[in-house]
């Protein structure tokens, strides 16, 4: 799922785009994208070390899905396996747990459909006046 290709491409064409923007000195601009760079790898490392397969392709799943609820499960796993709170490999059931976990602290988000009848001309009634 992760194109090193692609993800080089998105890279240069950010940079391209702040140098054109006034973004800056390209060569802290380059720093910039060498540092996030190298969370990111961190982070991927961290994660292929702490999850199952399964887990993996679960996780990944979601963040097709909802990526800002995957990117929390994400920094949750990390901040744990940088504490030493991990043993073993995390499983799938385990990572349900987790999402659980964080479907309960987030917000719920509501939202309401009105649908006007009078405006939309589906009242029969309107027709007998």
């Known amino acids: 799922m992760n194109d090193p ?9 950010l940079a391209e785009l702040q140098a054109q923007h006034g973004g800056g ?9 060498d540092r996030m760079q190298a969370m990111e790898e961190a982070k991927h490392t961290i994660l ?3 999850l199952s397969q399964d887990a993996r392709a679960r996780l990944n799943i979601i963040k097709l899905s909802k990526p800002e609820k995957a990117s929390m499960v994400e ?3 990390c901040r744990m ?5 991990l043993s073993t ?5 385990e990572l349900i ?3 659980e976990s964080v479907n309960q602290q987030m917000p719920k988000s509501t ?15 309107e027709d007998d006046l």
Do not use: C, H, W, Y
């Open 81 to 85: 396996a940088q504490m030493g709170q």
């Open 89 to 93: 490999k995390i499983s799938e059931q």
């Open 5 to 13: 290709e692609l993800e080089r491409i998105r890279q240069q064409r």
């Open 111 to 125: 939202s309401t459909v009105k649908f006007d009848r009078r405006r939309a001309a589906l009242d029969s009634d």
């Open 48 to 50: 292929s070390q702490a």
């Open 25 to 33: 000195d390209p060569s802290q601009a380059k720093a910039q994208q």
């Open 97 to 99: 747990q987790l999402l």
């Open 75 to 77: 920094n949750m796993i």
